[in-house]
Structure formats: C-alpha cells, structure tokens
Nanobody
C-alpha cells in the first residue's frame, strides 16, 4: 500500500521557519522526482520546488533563496522542504507529489499558516 505522510506544518510568525517532511512507503517503482506544491484558498495549486533522484533541484521564483528542498538518499524515501523567512503569502496547504515513470502520488497535505 502506497503511503505519503507529510508533516511539519503549523502556525508561525512572519520571518520564522518551518521544515516539512514527506515520507514515502510502499512505492514499488523507482522514484524519479519529488515535488512540493501548495494551494492557498481560492487559488490554483502551484509548484514550490522539485528534486530529482539525481539531486537536481528547481524552485518557484517566489521562494528562491528562502526555501530548500532536500532528500535523504537517491531512493528518496524522505524529502524535506526547509522554509525560512516565511511570509504571510506563503500560507497554504502544502502537498508532496511523488513522480515515478508510471504514476504520480499525492500526499494528504499539511497546513502552513504564516501570521503577519
């Protein structure tokens, strides 16, 4: 059974930090990339950052220099999103997305709320 468990969300003041985790299990295909997405109320889901099995990373312009995506190993059984200097506009539900060659898997989401 495929499981993606996200954690680390919460309420933080502007300028603070949070670290999100995405732990995967039960995925039999090789994971090619993992992405963090977010969706604010009334807005479309947007890409925040991705990391490939080779370690290549990509970030949305809005988070460059503040967020860092990392992984535990090349199998990417755990992927993290370190979020620094948080802003109120970072408030959203953050989702982990695991991409294999055949399937995409989504986590249940974790709420991040940044107060001004």
């Amino acid at each position: 059974q495929v499981q993606l468990v996200e954690s680390g969300g919460g309420l933080v003041q502007a300028g603070g930090s949070l670290r999100l985790s995405c732990v995967t299990s039960g995925i039999i295909f090789s994971i090619r990339a993992v992405g963090w997405y977010r969706q604010a109320p009334g807005k479309q889901r947007e890409l925040v950052a991705t990391i490939t099995s080779g370690g290549n990373t990509n970030y949305a312009d809005s988070v460059k220099g503040r967020f860092t995506i990392s992984r535990d190993n090349a199998k990417m059984t755990a992927v993290y999103l370190q979020m620094n200097r948080l802003k109120p506009e970072d408030t959203a539900v953050y989702y982990c997305n695991v991409m294999t060659g055949s399937y995409n898997y989504w986590g249940q989401g974790t709420q991040v709320t940044v107060s001004s």
